[in-house]
């Protein structure tokens, strides 16, 4: 047994894990790749003691730290491999601090979000982050990545959802970064520099999340039936513009519908045919509907509104089916690129370019509410083939090219570190490379993660 | 005459300046403070091109660069002196691109606040950020600082309006920042890190900006007057903590009022008592109204409707006559702590208690609706006497205490270095100073402020 399991096994006792079953898990994310091999061990911390005596020992041997929350990330930031330490954060998941009047939680990083969110409701409240994972993924994951969601358009990234971080550091100090005022502009914004570093910079134990108050009123569903992806595309840019704001308004192609509905065992869709699943809320939740349904009306689709709730549930657990439709298909590289709203029909078509050119099926959901696409690429065996990363390479620069970005909530992890020049450029990069340096000088938080050896 | 206005003029002729003027205006800014002495030249930049000639003549001969604004700044961040370069960005004022169909605006630094929005109301949009300043103060400056203003309760900071930045590092190569997505996560955030890093970092030459639309409806103003400060506090937090939602929640205590009243020539308000005007708007602004005016009554206050427009623009130019009015009484420290809202009550007690044992009257303006208050130091000549910062001192310490900050929305500049430290602590405080040099490895980029030399 290694020396440094030796050491992490006399401070944290059996809080150190190194079963087999353990160390495979911790190999992997639900992005479907993983790591080269078994890590050292996984320690599953249980207080900010474990943590720092964690990140004492690996920055005194020089030993790489993987932070985990629960696994679910799609861009392998969590993948721990040879000589590393799997640092779980799962099992801190309480919640310290409920303020109403402050509209503000204190949690700890392990946290589901549901389970906040079901605990949140009783006081009124919800913390609006929502990705399409929040039943199994943890709020320290979400902020590590930077996690969207659904409803981002109409209510915010997780930037702009959190207050305060503690952060234990690269060497076991401690540090609490941000406020729980509303205002705040003492120094450089640490707080936002930590969402979405994946645990390159510091490991989060706690946070203080910025809440809201539950929507008053009901919500309304309703899908529009298109005849093709690019015409769904137009109509969903077309409600953006036109100034009604939808709660949740997500695109499905031909290709992502049909996977969907054999899943689940419904009749075979249109062939050909793409879908918006529109939700409003709030008071006007009727109104802004009809508005909707007008619009999309006028832009081609065949409407029909969710008769009830349990119409509704079932229109979003069609959308919400997508990853395990796509995973029972082959192993999937979920792609993330995001681009400004008037674009998405230009980037459905450069998505139908890159199909022709690659021969290649690209079943794509879309947030179409805030233009951010998961474009998804099945293949057999655990390694991405290189046709298919030649495809991949396309989608992102065309979304570059249209003033997007490479992820817009998944992270950069191990499978976009090839493209991250490509869209900071060498001069942001170095900069970037240069914060890293300066939080985590010896290189034990994460490396190999979101930066590449060579870049 | 020097070397580097050499430099200057050969690259930028007439847009260097020295005359005494241009020298004298840009030693100071509004807090009422002012440099040692005249700076170098004034650069009067029109174009990305000059801030760069600028940063490369910097850069090459270690001279320092203040970059300014509408020098409405209230920390000295902007004053230049001795030795150093005026980075004027003031006449970089063009909208170069606005979007409703993807809600942003790409702005250059320059532009005033006011008249960006004037511009956007065309397009039915506008920028949620209203520094009380906003008639006077650029956009770039409202960036640097992360000025903030009385909407930030219900329509955010500016950390949650900029999408992306263009920046011209200290050597004078530009970089951009950020995207035109709603989303994007790719590697750290450095458009929130250069969001109030009051020109430490890099100058910011262009912003996309995310813009909300026009809120449909009327608003509605109302005030409620209150025996004591104390109570008004408390009437505010319960308005937070009750759910209902304000645009806009001002407080004025007893000194501040009286002597806004007296600049204006209005009668003299009632001895002791506090006030608060609260504005609503949307769709529902009756409706919250009416709520609120319910609050406040059962919490002892003496509640008016605005009848009309007119009264409701009085209203509000009472609460925005404050800083002239303190103007006139002498030179101003304005303070800026913050605190959660359901501390506002308490931060008045601890106020009351710094009057009492310092004997001096610390006339309070607050934005009741976030928490952040701006308590007024009035004095004679031009340096803040040690009995006044031994006041602030003891309001700093009780902001912290109750979970607040030093600085809202002003920014730390020079006037609230020394307690950097005590907010940020010395393990952040490094890491601050590091990525300051990753930035600014030859200290060129205002140096002095944020930062001491001996921190």
Redesign the interface.
Known sequence: MSAVVDLLRAELGDRVDITPAALEDARADKSGHRSTGAGLAVVHAATVADVQATMRIASATGTPVVVRGAGTGLAGGANTGPGEIALSLRGMDRILDV??????AVVEPGILNASLNTQLAEH?LWWAPDPASREISTVGGNIA??A?GLL??KY??V??AVLALDVV?ADG?L???G????????????T??M???EGT?GVVVGATLKLR?LVPGETRTLTATFADVRAAARAA?SV??S?V?PAIMELMDAASLAAVHDLLSLPAPEPGAAQLTVQTDG??AAAAQAEIAELLTAAGGTVRLAADDAEAALLWRIRRSMHPAMERLGTTLIEDV?????ALPRMFDEIARIEAASGLTIPTVC?AG???LHPNFVFDGPEVPAHVWAAADELFRAALRL??????????GIL?RRW?AD???D???A??R??K???DPAGVLNPGK?FTAAD
Not at 179 to 190: N, P
Not at 338 to 342: A, D, G, M, T
Request: contains cysteine; negative net charge.
């Open positions: 303020r109403p009047d402050d509209l503000l009124g990545t930077g969207g981002c358009a915010g990234v930037r702009d550091l100090r540090i609490s970064v406020h729980r005022s509303v205002k705040g502009v003492t120094g450089y914004d640490l936002a520099l969402i979405g570093s910079l108050r840019a953006t513009a100034g704001q008071a006007d995001s681009v400004p709203r008037s947030h805030d233009g951010n003033g997007g970005t490479l992820t817009g909530e998944h992270g950069i976009k991250l869209e900071l450029g001069d942001q990069l900069l970037q240069g914060i340096a300066v939080f979101v």
